[in-house]
């Protein structure tokens, strides 16, 4: 297969963990005989260093016109402590979306077996948890209408949902549950906001066409508990942007690092995988950073386009260096394995995804591993 690859490396450590994406990227072409073409361009605060706005008319059109985009992190700390700052880097991932149409993300949380003890929360709790959060993208306060009034003292967001927009993420979420194990769980407020009686009503009609998925619902502030006290209880977790927003980093700690969320934003002709961490400025350039999440972004990429076996084909080869230790320092504590280094083991192990394999354990307990 032929695919047009735009690459957004964005700000942070989002150049670092993107090239590792790249790497594993490179190493399917390989293995598997595609052609993969890229091109790179600004987004974010290094954008608005160098072009003066955070998604440039050239970066846009740039992903207009690819097959996908792959996006690293965006963010600056000059930004986020500056609330008079009037252009800011999240605008223009904001705006990416809205113009592209990426009105579903698609979040996978999961507990890897061999990153148990690594949890701040307890083994018989995550163990077993695999659930995916499907959370709309394009509306709710997000995008609405934002006011101040003239003395600087009253502020408001209007959050505002359509059918349409409700109805359209929702049949992804059910189809992805069909192929699932089946359940379906709303995530909202109907209790106090409108726009959640509005979910809940169009969800509830939609699911009558899905007769074989169990549908549940919950108020946002029960879920953010249950994700903590009983996570294996989810299979697709459907829910608005902000709520969507926070819950899917709330999963982050059920692996043991954020570092280790992988995410997909589609639309109907586009789409957009990125790591759901932010831009962690104070990592940039020291070679720490966790690369896996965007690599696992890359295998959603894969799988976007049909390509099951190659997207297995990573994911084996991250199952791999988890379970060898070969892993950043924000997993092992200890572990003298760099980004790079990470990305070069997952990269080489693309091609041979047995387990059968010879390693030198000394060497890896010295970060520097030695495969036969």
Do not use: W
């Given at each position: 297969m032929n695919l047009?690859?735009a690459?957004?490396?964005g700000?942070g450590?989002?150049?670092?963990v993107?090239?590792q994406?790249?790497?594993?990227l490179?190493?399917?072409?390989?293995?598997f005989?595609h052609?993969f073409?890229?091109k790179?361009?600004?987004v974010g605060?290094i954008?608005?260093?160098k072009?003066g706005?955070p998604?440039?008319d050239n970066?846009?059109?740039l992903c207009?016109e690819a097959?996908a985009?792959l996006?690293?992190a965006?963010?600056?700390?000059?930004?986020?402590?500056?609330p008079n700052?009037?252009?800011?880097?999240e605008?223009g991932?904001l705006k990416?979306r809205?113009e592209?149409?990426?009105?579903?993300?698609?979040r996978p949380?999961?507990?890897y077996?061999?990153?148990?003890d690594?949890s701040?929360l307890?083994?018989?709790?995550?163990s077993?948890?695999?659930?995916?959060i499907?959370?709309e993208l394009?509306g709710?306060?997000?995008f609405?209408e934002?006011?101040?009034?003239?003395?600087g003292?009253i502020a408001?967001d209007?959050?505002?949902?359509?059918e349409g927009?409700?109805?359209?993420?929702t049949?992804?979420?059910f189809?992805a549950?069909?192929?699932?194990?089946?359940?379906?769980?709303?995530?909202?407020?109907?209790n106090?906001l409108e726009?959640?009686?509005?979910w809940?009503?169009?969800?509830?009609k939609?699911?009558?066409?899905y007769p074989e998925?169990a549908l549940?619902?919950?108020?946002?502030?029960?879920?953010?508990m249950q994700?903590?006290?009983?996570?294996s209880?989810?299979?697709?977790?459907?829910?608005?942007n902000?709520?969507?927003d926070?819950?899917?980093?709330?999963?982050?700690?059920?692996?043991?690092?954020i570092?280790l969320l992988?995410?997909?934003?589609v639309?109907?002709?586009?789409a957009l995988f990125e790591?759901i961490?932010?831009s962690?400025p104070?990592?940039a350039?020291?070679d720490?950073a966790?690369?896996i999440a965007?690599?696992?972004?890359?295998?959603?990429?894969?799988?976007?386009f049909d390509?099951g076996?190659?997207?297995?084909?990573i994911?084996k080869?991250?199952?791999?260096?988890?379970k060898k230790?070969?892993?950043?320092?924000d997993?092992k504590?200890k572990?003298?394995?760099?980004?790079?280094?990470?990305?070069?083991f997952i990269?080489?192990?693309?091609v041979?995804i047995e387990?059968?394999?010879?390693m030198?354990?000394?060497?890896?307990?010295?970060?520097?591993?030695t495969?036969?």
């Open positions: 047009n690859i690459l957004l490396p700000d450590i989002g150049p670092e993107l090239a994406a790249v790497k594993c490179q190493a399917v072409e390989e293995t005989n052609q073409v890229y790179e361009a600004p605060a954008a608005i260093k072009k706005a998604l440039p970066t846009l059109k207009k097959d985009v996006f690293g965006i963010g600056d700390p000059k930004f986020d402590n500056d700052a009037k252009v800011r880097p605008q991932l990416l809205k592209l149409g990426l009105f579903a993300n698609i949380v999961q507990a077996p061999s990153l148990l690594k701040p307890k083994k018989d709790i995550i077993g948890t695999d659930f995916v499907y959370r394009t709710g306060i997000y609405g934002k006011k101040l009034n003239e003395e003292t408001s209007l959050c505002e949902y359509s927009e409700i109805s359209r993420i049949h992804l979420a189809k549950a069909k192929t699932r194990k089946k359940k379906l769980t709303l995530v909202d407020k109907a106090v726009s959640s009686r509005l809940r009503k169009v969800v509830t939609i699911g009558e066409s998925v549940d619902f919950l108020f946002v502030d029960n879920a953010a994700i903590i006290l009983n996570p209880q989810f299979d697709v977790i459907l829910t608005e902000m709520f969507g926070i819950i899917s980093d709330e999963g982050s700690v059920i692996g043991g690092s570092g992988a995410s997909a934003s639309g109907e002709e586009n790591p961490h932010g962690y104070q990592a350039g020291k720490i966790n690369p965007s690599i696992l972004s890359a295998a959603m990429l894969l799988e976007h390509l076996e190659e997207a297995l084909a994911k080869a991250v199952d791999k260096a988890l230790g070969i892993v950043t320092p997993l504590p572990s003298q394995y760099g980004t790079n280094q990470v990305g070069d990269a080489h192990n693309i041979d387990d059968d394999f010879n030198n354990d000394e060497n890896i307990d010295l970060g520097k591993s495969i036969i």
